[in-house]
């Protein structure tokens, strides 16, 4: 069973896309996990991205259970190559795979991002109909200030276009004293309040920056996506 590990990546999107389409047909994990015969601990680590190693025979099944062609996911996982795939298979669920750059990772605990470069491309997976924003990129979170909204290992999307809109209560990439963030905007009329979701007030103190201060203030855009990239388990803060 060697050949058939699934590498990290196509692990996400295979199961970001097992995950949409068993919403859309109103299934639990439970009922999934009914109607192919698998273990519904399996099915919740495919979605997750956890099961390293995947059964053909299984995959097979779950695409016939939420009305799938097998061979798009055997693609997705490299269980078929071009020459195996029929023409009128390539893409008929309108699947896009796009790559973002992701710049930089945040300061353990803080929430502060290094811009200066990006660091690497990841891909992501859209299904019919959905759309990325123009010039979107990606930032990898390293820290505990955003949780539980935003994960230690997570990939953050920001959509540059925020100019113009209303900031307030929304997650976003600022620029503060010459320092990048992730943090929670509160515009309030005479200050703009820098929060962290993170209930530990001690450890994750709010920035407050007066409208009235001559300050280098800037907001890079939204976070409008998250991708899970680590799983852990949060015992305590």
Excluded: W
């Excluded at 390293?52 to 996911?73: F, Q």
């Excluded at 992701?102 to 859209?126: D, H, P, Q, T, W």
């Excluded at 955003?146 to 900031?167: F, R, S």
């Amino acid at each position: 069973m060697d050949k058939f590990n699934v590498n990290e990546e196509q692990r996400d999107l295979l199961g970001k896309l097992i995950r949409e389409k068993r919403l859309e047909k109103g299934l639990s994990q439970g009922q999934l996990a009914y109607k192919t015969g698998i273990n519904n601990a399996d099915i919740h680590r495919l979605e997750k991205g956890d099961k390293k190693k995947i059964n053909p025979y299984y995959l097979r099944r779950v695409a016939e259970a939420l009305d799938l062609d097998y061979k798009i996911l055997y693609k997705m996982v490299d269980y078929l190559d071009e020459e195996n795939t029929s023409q009128n298979l390539v893409n008929p669920l309108g699947i896009t795979v796009i790559e973002l750059p992701v710049y930089g990772a945040a300061s353990a605990g803080g929430g502060a991002i290094n811009m200066g470069n990006v660091v690497r491309k990841e891909s992501f997976i859209l299904l019919q109909g959905e759309t990325m924003p123009k010039g979107a990129f990606a930032v990898e979170v390293s820290g505990d200030s955003m949780y539980p909204t935003l994960l230690d290992g997570d990939i953050a999307v920001v959509d540059p276009d925020c100019h113009d809109l209303d900031l307030n209560d929304e997650i976003c990439l600022v620029t503060y004293e010459g320092q990048e963030y992730i943090k929670r905007v509160s515009d309030n009329e005479n200050f703009i309040n820098l929060m962290s979701d993170n209930s530990n007030r001690t450890i994750y103190k709010d920035i407050i920056i007066l409208k009235t201060e001559d300050t280098d203030f800037k907001c890079h855009g939204i976070v409008v996506e998250s991708k899970r990239k680590h799983k852990k388990t949060k015992k305590s803060l």
